[in-house]
């Protein structure tokens, strides 16, 4: 079992996303994230927990971003009822293959300036 965790300040995405603008938002973010987030300045806690997850999962992994691993290998959607799951694609899912991992575990969470992620991976 594989557990990686990451925290982030919320303030932090949102002034990346108004420097930066979609620059910032399509090397991230997949479509349907940037779906989901809408205005990331609005949005920003969402925007957030979702660069927390991929940073926790990266985290979990034993990689970091580095090794081809690139942000859009890894994927946010939500369940109809809101929880959040992971999906993995490129270079994040040829390591998990070789590591021998098929499961993982996501939690995101929240507050008025930082949002937090974890992800179990076994």
């Known amino acids: 079992m594989h557990i990686g965790i990451d925290i982030v300040e919320i303030e932090r995405i949102r002034t990346a996303s108004r420097r930066s603008g979609e620059g910032f938002l399509n090397r991230v973010y997949t479509a349907p994230e940037r779906d989901y ?11 957030a927990g979702i660069w927390a997850a991929k940073e926790a999962a990266v985290k979990a992994l034993g990689t ?4 081809g691993i690139q942000f859009h290998d890894l994927r946010i959607e939500h369940e109809e009822a809101g929880r959040p799951y992971l999906v993995f694609g490129g270079r994040f899912l040829e390591e998990m293959q070789r590591s021998g991992l098929t499961a993982a575990s996501l939690s995101i969470s929240h507050c008025g300036t930082h949002a937090v992620a974890a992800v179990v991976l076994g």
């Open 64 to 67: 970091g971003f580095r090794d």
């Open 37 to 47: 987030i809408g205005d990331a300045e609005a949005n920003a806690e969402r925007a």
